[in-house]
Structure formats: C-alpha cells, structure tokens
C-alpha cells in the first residue's frame, strides 16, 4: 500500500487485503489538512460492508473523504454513507461518472431516491425482508464497532540507569543558582613572647657619716664607701657635714643618699655593714638595709613570634566566620540551606606595632579583620540539578522515576570563593514515556491475549484490562474507545 500527495489531495492505495482497520491507520498518517482518495481493490475485505465506510468516515473528521474502485459494489457501499465515489482517477478528476460503469442494482435504487418523476417501483416482499435483513446486519455491525468499551491500565516496565557521578556547583556562573552572602568579621589572636632583655637595678640606701674633727668637712658626690667584703656603693648627692666639738662632746654626723656601684640583688645588704670610707676624718656605717639592687628578664616580641601568630590568625577568622554563618541559617526560610563560609582576611596588627617591644606577661595580642561569604541555595539541591543531569544522560524516548532517585554525596560540599561545590553520585529508574493515543491504536481491534505482547514491544506491563459489555471476545476496533490509564512504573522482572 502507498499513498501520494498532490495539491491537498492526499491518495491512498490499499492493497487487495486491506481492512478496515488498515485503512483507518493509514487516514490517521494522512496530512490532516488534506482531503483523502482511498483507491480501494475489487474484492478487498473492507467492502463487505457500509459500516465500514461509515468508519471511515469518521475517521477522516473534517477531511473530505472520496472512493476510487473498479467494484461497483464498493463504490455503491460508499455512496450509501455519502461518500463521493468514482470508478477510476480520471473520473475522479472530471467529477464524473465512468461512462463504462454497469447499472448496478444499487445505482438504480440511488437513481430512483433522487427521481422528480415517475411511479414509485412496486417492492416484493423477497425484498423487504432483503434489505431489512441488511439494515440489521449493518445495526449489528455499526453496533460492533461503535458500542465496545475498554479500560486498559499499563505500568510502565523499569531499568536501572546509574550510578553516574556528577561534579555540581552552585554560585555565580554554576550550575546551580545561589544567592552570595557577605559580612565583616574580626577577632583577636595572642601568641607567646619568646624574646627578652635584662634588666638590672642597683640598690639604694642612706650612709651615715660622723665628723672624727673640729673641722666641717664637704663630702661631695660620688664619694665612694664599702663593705668589707668590698661591695662598693657611691653617693648621690652632696652636703656638708658639720665640726664636731669635743667638749662637751658634741658629735657631728649626717645621712648622705647612696647607690651600689654594681646593678643586681648584691648591692641589697644588711644595716651596719658598709663602714669603711675613703677618709680617715670620719667614719660610716649604713643605719639600715640597702634595698631594690636587682637583675631580671624582661619578655620581648620578636618577627619569628609575630610571624606564627599571623599564620594562626586564619583559624580565628574561621571561627568567627562559623558564628556568622549560624547567625545566616537562623535568618534563613526552611525551603533554603546556607553554606559557608570561606573567609578572607583583609587586614591585621602592622609588625611595627609590636615586634621588638616589652611583653610584660610574656604573651601579645593582635587584632585581625576579614570578611566571611556564604551561599542561600534552595534545599532541594544539590538533588533536583543531579537527577536533571542523570535524566539527560537517558535515552530520548525514556523518561525517569524522579521521586525514587537516589542521590549521595561523594564529596563536599564545600565552599569557597566560587561557591559550593558537590560531588554525587545519582541513580534512578528510567521507563518508556507514555505516548497513550499511539497504544490505544495499536491494541484496537486485537484479541485480549495480545495485549501483553503489543504493550510489552512499547515499554509497558498490563495490569488489568475491563471491557463492557464484559462478553465483548475482542478490544473495540476503534481507539477512540479505548482509554489507557498509567499505573505507577513497575521493576523489570518483577510480575
């Protein structure tokens, strides 16, 4: 059987064996803006019957429908449902009648519908019961074709497809839309002080001088006194001290400031202990303890302490970062995830400012600034991006189960300047997609044990199949009368 188009003319020719359900099919993939010429075989089984044409006829909807055949009896059936019906091509062309059609019986009885004038032909009763005998042959038919209902319910039949790992990004550019959130944050780190300086202090206290003469005697400063294990002391400042006089026995003596000459804790001495002097005119001693002679260390911040502070400074700014992105999630709506955060540090305590200066408890402290950036991704990613992906990766007239879809994280998330980034693995089931008028076509007119194979060679289990009336042997011969609903998709294998 071939068809050709011309103009808006579109012609089928149907083999000697064509029925009616072929000759449905091939009306179906007709162009729909055309009309249709079925050249129809002498002898073919489609002209057993006018509820056949009438079929047709429906079938070509707003199509206008036109016969072409040798057999008088098929363009006669035609007629009968008004379809124009010719005896050849160019016939068909002329809109004529072929000259060399035979009279038939049926032209006759149309002949005589349409005459203005003339006696009505006497009926036999042979052929009252003839015609009503057809008319209920064809009600038979009509009621054959037109009256069967069927319910076919399919699940489509499923195949693994993965594991496939995909690497998934959300942020500007990604591959996921998300929306970029940034703060200021700062802290404070404190790192040992491992340098020092010593620092020494000399001992101070007062020397008393006594006048051994009737002369006054100036005692200048930096006049030297000692102990007798020779620890050296100076004083500080100058005075004079005053004529003693022997009768009565007047005696001069003063108190003169002094230091160790030598820093550290060995110019700290007892009272009474410095008594030697540079002069014989008068005699010392230290009435009390000399106090605050003293060595020590002094903590000191060197580059090498201020250097590994600065690397510590990163942790910091994580940890502060990290209270941020807690702050972000309690703002955040429960249809979004927040991920974070990467952090950058933008500034921190100059070196000048602490190297090389005293750390009096042996510890410094520096103050760090940087900013903190998060991403707003809705929940549902990575999962809905991944099985988006997994579904194009399917064949094309395939589809998957998106609700059973299994994906797992293989890697990530994690973040930085980019964005958040994932790697999944996602797997899922992938079943034939519906094209239900194309089933429904394909089961019409056949038995019911040769639905399963017909719904199986498309992708699809039967379920259940409900016919009315429930004796009906065979599926509706025409599709419109049959309706397939979708049941969930079905495992391969399973029953």
């Given at each position: 059987?071939?068809?050709?188009?011309?103009?808006?003319?579109?012609?089928?020719?149907?083999?000697?064996?064509?029925?009616?359900?072929?000759?449905?099919?091939?009306?179906?993939?007709?162009?729909?803006?055309?009309?249709?010429?079925?050249?129809?075989?002498?002898?073919?089984?489609?002209?057993?019957?006018?509820?056949?044409?009438?079929?047709?006829?429906?079938?070509?909807?707003?199509?206008?429908l036109?016969?072409?055949?040798?057999?008088?009896?098929?363009?006669?059936?035609?007629?009968?449902?008004?379809?124009?019906?010719?005896?050849?091509?160019?016939?068909?062309?002329?809109?004529?009648?072929?000259?060399?059609?035979?009279?038939?019986?049926?032209?006759?009885?149309?002949?005589?519908t349409?005459?203005s004038?003339?006696?009505?032909?006497?009926?036999?009763?042979?052929?009252?019961?003839?015609?009503?005998?057809?008319?209920?042959?064809?009600?038979?038919?009509?009621?054959?074709?037109?009256?069967?209902?069927?319910?076919?319910?399919?699940?489509?039949a499923?195949?693994?497809?993965?594991?496939?790992?995909?690497?998934?990004?959300?942020?500007?550019?990604?591959?996921?839309?998300?929306?970029?959130?940034?703060?200021?944050?700062?802290?404070?780190?404190?790192?040992?002080?491992?340098?020092?300086?010593?620092?020494?202090?000399?001992?101070?206290?007062?020397?008393?001088?006594?006048?051994?003469?009737?002369?006054?005697?100036?005692?200048?400063?930096?006049?030297?006194?000692?102990?007798?294990?020779?620890?050296?002391?100076?004083?500080?400042?100058?005075?004079?001290?005053?004529?003693?006089?022997?009768q009565?026995?007047?005696?001069?003596?003063?108190?003169?400031?002094?230091?160790?000459?030598?820093?550290?804790?060995?110019?700290?001495?007892?009272?009474?202990?410095?008594?030697?002097?540079?002069?014989?005119?008068y005699?010392?001693?230290?009435?009390?303890?000399?106090?605050?002679?003293?060595?020590?260390?002094?903590?000191?911040?060197?580059?090498s302490?201020?250097?590994?502070?600065?690397?510590?400074?990163?942790?910091?700014?994580?940890?502060?970062?990290?209270?941020?992105?807690?702050?972000?999630?309690?703002?955040?709506?429960?249809?979004?995830?927040?991920?974070?955060?990467?952090?950058?540090?933008?500034?921190?305590?100059?070196?000048?400012?602490?190297?090389?200066?005293?750390?009096?408890?042996?510890?410094?402290?520096?103050?760090?600034?940087?900013?903190?950036?998060?991403?707003?991704?809705?929940?549902?990613?990575?999962?809905?991006?991944?099985?988006?992906?997994?579904?194009?990766?399917?064949?094309?007239?395939?589809?998957?189960?998106?609700?059973?879809?299994?994906?797992?994280?293989?890697l990530?998330?994690?973040?930085?300047?980019?964005?958040?980034?994932?790697?999944?693995?996602?797997?899922?089931?992938?079943?034939?997609?519906?094209?239900?008028?194309?089933?429904?076509?394909?089961?019409?007119?056949?038995?019911?044990?040769e639905?399963?194979p017909?719904?199986?060679?498309?992708?699809?289990?039967?379920?259940?199949?409900?016919?009315?009336?429930?004796?009906?042997?065979?599926?509706?011969?025409?599709?419109?009368?049959?309706?397939?609903?979708?049941?969930?998709?079905?495992?391969?294998?399973?029953?």
């Open positions: 059987m071939t068809a050709t188009a011309q103009l808006s003319r579109t012609v089928i020719d149907l083999d000697a064996g064509a029925t009616v359900l072929d000759a449905a099919r091939r009306i179906d993939d007709a162009d729909a803006s055309a009309d249709i010429v079925l050249v129809v075989p002498a002898g073919a089984p489609l002209v057993r019957n006018p509820v056949f044409f009438e079929v047709l006829r429906r079938r070509a909807g707003r199509r206008r036109m016969v072409v055949s040798s057999d008088a009896r098929a363009r006669s059936l035609a007629a009968s449902v008004h379809i124009p019906a010719f005896a050849g091509l160019a016939a068909l062309e002329r809109r004529e009648l072929d000259p060399t059609e035979r009279l038939t019986e049926a032209r006759r009885v149309a002949l005589a349409i005459a004038e003339g006696p009505r032909p006497r009926v036999s009763l042979r052929r009252t019961l003839a015609v009503a005998s057809s008319l209920f042959a064809a009600g038979a038919i009509l009621l054959a074709v037109v009256a069967p209902y069927a319910t076919v319910v399919v699940a489509p499923t195949s693994p497809l993965g594991p496939v790992e995909f690497d998934l990004r959300a942020g500007p550019g990604g591959d996921i839309a998300a929306q970029t959130l940034t703060a200021p944050i700062n802290g404070r780190i404190s790192g040992p002080a491992t340098g020092s300086r010593t620092e020494e202090s000399k001992a101070v206290g007062l020397e008393r001088f006594t006048n051994l003469t009737t002369s006054e005697i100036r005692i200048p400063k930096g006049t030297v006194v000692r102990t007798s294990d020779n620890i050296f002391f100076q004083t500080t400042e100058e005075k004079m001290l005053a004529r003693s006089i022997l009565p026995f007047f005696i001069s003596q003063v108190q003169v400031a002094i230091e160790a000459i030598d820093p550290g804790p060995r110019g700290n001495v007892g009272p009474d202990r410095i008594t030697s002097g540079s002069s014989s005119q005699s010392v001693t230290n009435p009390a303890a000399t106090v605050g002679g003293d060595t020590k260390k002094i903590p000191v911040v060197t580059q302490d201020y250097d590994a502070t600065v690397a510590r400074s990163e942790k910091e700014l994580e940890v502060q970062g990290a209270a941020q992105l807690e702050t972000w999630r309690k703002a955040a709506t429960k249809d979004n995830a927040v991920y974070g955060t990467a952090t950058r540090r933008t500034g921190i305590t100059p070196p000048t400012d602490v190297v090389g200066k005293d750390a009096p408890t042996a510890t410094f402290d520096l103050a760090v600034t940087g900013t903190a950036t998060g991403y707003t991704v809705v929940a549902v990613e990575p999962k809905r991006t991944a099985v988006a992906r997994l579904r194009a990766t399917a064949p094309s007239e395939n589809d998957i189960d998106e609700t059973g879809a299994v994906v797992q994280n293989v990530g998330p994690t973040v930085g300047d980019d964005g958040v980034r994932w790697r999944v693995s996602v797997r899922a089931q992938q079943f034939a997609r519906p094209n239900l008028p194309q089933l429904s076509a394909a089961l019409a007119g056949h038995p019911f044990e639905s399963v017909i719904a199986s060679a498309r992708g699809f289990r039967v379920v259940r199949v409900g016919i009315w009336p429930g004796w009906w042997p065979r599926l509706p011969l025409l599709d419109s009368r049959i309706t397939i609903e979708l049941a969930p998709p079905v495992a391969a294998g399973s029953r």
